[in-house]
């Protein structure tokens, strides 16, 4: 069974092309010998049919693309051209074709008639032999040209619709007659991104022969050099974080390099094997429910490709390998009735968040003149823009606010929305040049010297798993028992009129770490397909959280170490879930993932149950000085209404006691309200069934006691302040078992992670009484914290053994087995990778005195893992030779590899 475009190929096999292929030239300007100035552009090919050629020249028209051919016969040709007047009030991209040194009169790319057409080009005499054919692009305003047709049979009209147009490309050779098959793979990864990069990196190590296919030049996705976003993840980052762990250490780093560092580390694995240039087309169902193949062509030879495979993972980011498949999927926004979402709208709709392109400017030493072409968008005044939408000079992170297409669909309307992308920036850099009063004296030296034709998504398909991720899990920090990723991002979603949108660009909320469950990484529907990215199965709400690039990278590495326990027992992702999950949880751990409140309990791992010893331990008092230094707000102010909802199990509420700071002078009282809610959800309540007043100390922190003496029913209830200034509520270190937090947005209550201090009178089994003060541990940096299970810090917690500052390197830390063991591999996790060891060494103590093992200088790395000759010992030392300032060592693991 064979489905989407593959099927319109094969078919075209079967019946003879209109006209005699003889004749018939057929040449498909991707395939230019020389493309000059002309750039290939594959991003709509599934819209359109194919790759193309486009001019993008920011200074005027572009050096000729050209090609030779034969013409087998002198006499009359007509000629055809399948081009684009991608704006038909302006037909800004328009060229000429020239046959040998004659320019044909006709001029294409002003048809006036939307989207792709074939424009006649006339008859025209051509000699027999060589021929050069060119494109001269006349604008240097994105020109787009697909195929160029030379036919003897005067009368023949290529056809428009795909299907038949697909089957004169291979009955003219514009795309390969046979079916080229790879394979089989263990694991077939379609997307290059960093979700897919991960995913088949990780499915590589594991042992699975593995074939990434991306559509692209370039890996990295919106990180490549094509989009250059930089990539983004956990912004809780609290006290002593390193940040994610696993896949993504070993390539974080500067955004202008994520295509390159991704490139090497793909290259580097044997068991991989990467396919730039190569569009995934369709698929092949061996029977419904189960993939065979994906279907391919290589965009640089239009050679088509079957590539088979045993698993299948998908990071397009459209989810198109599982709208293919016939996976269950969603385009658009939930109503709030199906999940209660406070993120939701009221009624679903087709609504998505948009996409971004980006430009940079250079600075030059004379005024550079510019003049905006006529299809740009005018704005001639600042207040033109919407709020916070105004452009700058620089390249910068701001430019996340040129986004549109969420009122388009984001998949059929690609290639639309780039272009009102194009018109938004060439508009937003003539307002800096030549209208606004703030910034055209500082931009007059200033040139635009590159815009981005490659547009960076942030939504369109999500695919439906055995679990769809709501606001709620984010919201309550639920750890899922199958978590096998996590996130820390908080949902930012995006307004869909994007740039032209009157709300801000953006609105924020939920911030806080969330684990990703397995379930929601796999298709409910084709048992062998499994996703990362922005294709999982998540609400769009969700999706606001779960969408930043290197927290679907870590779900790219959960799901290609899944292919490899699929490859293991022979197994489908779903029996993972039901069978293998700790397995796969403990794989991840051992790769350096990090799982929410997950431990090493790797049974293969020496180092577990092992006696820790240390040359010195820093004081305990140095890690509040750490945290101090390293801390983030924990108290937020009264800028807002905000409330806390909870649970009541007595029939009264004496009281209600909240922690709050004030910088105020001067006593300030405050009205608290209580109102009543359905659920731990529920904020919809308008009406104060009561109200209690207190008064907060000057210049204070501690709890202020709210008297309401009510008699109650059992349920639930939320109490709110409203805004003050100089005023503060602290939030608890650990979440609450059935209670909430929120903040009104002026519309509406926002739910929340996290939860607000508050205190009960009568008090209540749930919740025990809330306290500020920090953990407490005589010795916080002990040796014992190197297996302990945590290879980083948790909510402030170190996790670590640091050696004391005052005593001089070298310093170690050594692990007793109790008994001879043999091991070949060490990995070491410190602190952060700013509190790292540089130069460090490993010995073993063979009954008399410790032996090296391994050393290493110049070390990088947060993790490390260390691989030297079999020994058999039963100690293992790490010994610190040089230092960072506060290195702490979190984890060390032991090992015996085959």
Known sequence: MQVMMCSLLLAALGGPANTDSKHTLWLETEMFQ??????????????????????VGLRGPVEDAWTEVAVPAAGQYRLWVRCHDWLPEHSPGRFQVVLGDKPVEHVFGQSKRAGWVWEDGGVQRLPAGKLQVRLKDLTGHYSRCDVIVLTADLDYRPPAELEKLQAERIAHGGLSREVKTLGPYDTVVVGGGLAGTFAAVASARHGCRTILVQNRPVLGGNASEEILVEPQGDTTREPLDPGEGGLIEEVRGPVQEYSKRLLQLVQAEPNLHLLLNTHATGVELARPGQIAAVLALDTSTNQRLRITGKMFIDCTGDGAIGAWAGAEYRHGREPRSLYNETRAPEEADSRTMGGTLRYASELRSSPVPFQAPAWAYRFERCDDFGVHRHPQIHFGGWQWIIEYGGMKNTVDDAEHIRDEL?????????????????????????????VSHVVGKRESRRLLGDYVMTEHDIARQVLFPDRVAYGGWGIDLHPPGGFWDKLPPAEFSHKSKFSIPFRSLYTKDVENLMMAGRCISVSHAALGATRVMITCGVQGQAVGTAAAVCKKYQVLPRQIYQNYIPELQQMLLKDGCYLIDLPNQDLKDLALGAKATASSTAPGRLLQEMLKKEATPRVHPLNHPRAVLFRVTADRINSIALYLHSENAKPTRLTLGLRSAKSVDDFSSAEDLAHATAEVPPQSAGWVSFRFDRAVQPGYYYVWLGPQKGIGWALLDQPRKEATRAYHNGQQWIQMPETYTF?????????????????????????????????????????????DPKEPLPQWVALDFGRPVEFNTVHVSFQTKQMRAEDFRLEAFDGQKWQPLATVQGNKDRRRVVRFDRTKASQLRLVILKAADGMGVCEIRVYDEP
């Open 759 to 803: 205190r009960l009178d009568p008090p209540s089994e749930l919740y025990p009484e809330a306290s500020e003060k920090p953990r407490s541990q005589d010795d916080p940096f002990a040796a014992a914290n190197v297996n302990n299970g945590f290879a980083r810090a948790v909510r402030g917690w170190p996790n670590a053994w640091h050696p």
């Open 422 to 450: 194009l018109r938004i920036i060439w508009g937003m850099w003539d307002h800096v040049k030549n209208h606004c009063p703030k910034l055209k004296k500082e931009a007059q030296n200033y040139e635009l010297v590159w």
């Open 34 to 55: 020389h493309l000059g100035g002309w750039v290939r552009d594959t991003q709509f090919m599934d819209q359109m049919g194919s790759t193309f050629l486009l001019a």
